[in-house]
Each structure stands twice: as structure tokens, then as C-alpha cells.
């Protein structure tokens, strides 16, 4: 098996502007969303094939919001980069901008695409590793993974409450997403405690009750949210 290629994100770094017609308005003179999503996700192809030298798909777009209203005339300034890699996975992060005639950038919109690299049979394939060379690539990569943590946390409460769907109340579902994020801090090394002066930084971290009730809080919004939708 040949050795993994080290790239950086330099290496994939890509850049699109766009000068807004009439054509790319929705009904209120304000540029069309699907015009934008296009955009930039032919950019985070780009980048994920520049990144990859191969075959690709899109598994997934996170964060797609309107921060600036953009206008005919307006020049759309999008640029992409790879923040973190998987096995065969790339996020990649796309910022657009409303460039002014004084050519100041004000941001429109942040998107982070997931992107697979595929072989000649559409198959999974490994990607190039990413060479960290900064430290504001560093913190881009671990905020990757602290995304990457929540989608799988998010994927494993929605799986419970699809097998628990019908065979029990919304009490007994909590609960037992409660057992899992016990777990998970025990995983991570987390002791509890209800004594703030043993708090003191040794080897474990020690978390106080009160802090956990925030976190369980911060933890059920979302819970409860989708067991009373359903």
C-alpha cells in the first residue's frame, strides 16, 4: 500500500467571486438562497477535490444562515479551506462575503460541508492526511472535532428514542439519555463532586453537581425538543 500524501490547507485553499445580476434575485430583490448553496458548494468541491485528486460526494452541510442581505451589483466573495480529515472524510469550511464598492468584506454566511472521497467504484477511499501548521489551524481543527463529538452524540439520542418509540414514556426515555451522558463524562475522566474546594486541578477534573445541571440542561433542550415532535 502506498504511504498517505501529507498536504496542507494552503495546498486547497480556493477562492470564487461572483458579480450579482438580476437573474440571481429572489422576489424581494435579495439574493436567492438556492443561488448562494449552489455556489458555495461547487466551491467545496473544489477544495475537497484539489484536497483529495479524486472522486467525491457530499454527505452532509451544517450552519446555512443569512447574516448580510446581498443585492444586485453586489460582488459575492466565497472561500473555502479543509479545517479537518478523516479516514476518508474532509470538512470543509466555506465563508462568504459581500464585497462593497470600497472593497470592505462584510461576512453573509459560514457553512461546513462534509465531503467523501470515493473511488472508481464509489467506494470510500483515504484521503491525504492534513499537515497543521498554524495555531488558528489547530483551533479550527479542534473545533472539527468537537462538531464531529455532537453529531455522533445527536445520532446516538435519536437512535434511542427511535428504539424506545412507543415502548415507554418521555420520563424513562430522559433517563436513560441521562445514563449516557454519565457515561460519557466517567469515559472522559470527570468526577463529580459537590465540594468546590476539591476542585483543585490534580489529574482528574472534577466537575461540581451545580455545573452539571447546567450541562444535563444544555444536553435535554435539544432531548425534549424532539420527543414532543414525534
Known amino acids: 500500500m502506498s504511504e498517505l500524501k501529507i498536504k496542507t490547507v494552503e495546498d486547497s485553499k480556493t477562492e470564487v467571486s461572483h458579480l450579482l445580476f438580476s437573474k440571481h434575485m429572489n422576489s424581494a430583490g435579495r439574493l436567492f438562497g438556492g443561488q448562494l448553496l449552489m455556489w458555495i458548494d461547487e466551491v467545496a468541491g473544489?477544495?475537497?477535490?484539489r484536497h483529495c485528486e479524486g472522486n467525491l460526494t457530499t454527505a452532509c452541510i451544517d450552519n446555512l444562515q443569512f447574516k448580510e442581505p446581498c443585492y444586485e451589483n453586489d460582488v459575492i466573495v466565497i472561500i473555502g479551506y479543509v479545517t479537518h480529515v478523516g479516514r476518508s472524510?474532509?470538512?470543509?469550511r466555506i465563508d462568504t462575503y459581500v464585497e462593497r464598492p470600497d472593497g470592505s468584506r462584510h461576512p453573509v454566511n459560514r457553512a461546513f460541508f462534509v465531503m467523501v472521497a470515493l473511488d472508481a467504484n464509489n467506494k470510500p477511499v483515504e484521503v491525504p492526511r492534513l499537515k497543521?501548521?498554524?495555531?488558528?489551524?489547530?483551533?479550527?481543527?479542534?473545533?472539527?472535532?468537537?462538531?464531529?463529538?455532537?453529531?455522533?452524540?445527536?445520532?446516538r439520542i435519536e437512535k434511542l428514542i427511535d428504539e424506545?418509540?412507543?415502548?415507554?414514556?418521555?420520563?424513562?426515555?430522559?433517563?436513560?439519555?441521562?445514563?449516557?451522558?454519565?457515561?460519557?463524562?466517567?469515559?472522559?475522566?470527570?468526577?463529580?463532586?459537590?465540594?468546590l474546594s476539591r476542585c483543585n486541578g490534580k489529574t482528574i477534573l472534577?466537575?461540581?453537581?451545580?455545573?452539571l445541571k447546567q450541562y444535563i440542561l444544555s444536553k435535554t433542550t435539544y432531548l425534549t425538543t424532539i420527543v414532543h415532535t414525534r
Open 206 to 211: 472534577r466537575v461540581h453537581l451545580q455545573d
Open 164 to 195: 424506545k418509540n412507543g415502548s415507554c414514556n418521555e420520563h424513562q426515555i430522559i433517563n436513560d439519555i441521562m445514563i449516557i451522558i454519565f457515561v460519557e463524562l466517567l469515559a472522559k475522566n470527570i468526577e463529580l463532586t459537590n465540594d
Open 89 to 92: 472524510s474532509m470538512e470543509i
Open 132 to 155: 497543521i501548521q498554524t495555531i488558528d489551524e489547530q483551533a479550527k481543527w479542534d473545533a472539527a472535532e468537537k462538531r464531529i463529538e455532537k453529531k455522533l452524540e445527536k445520532s
Open 46 to 49: 473544489i477544495v475537497a477535490r
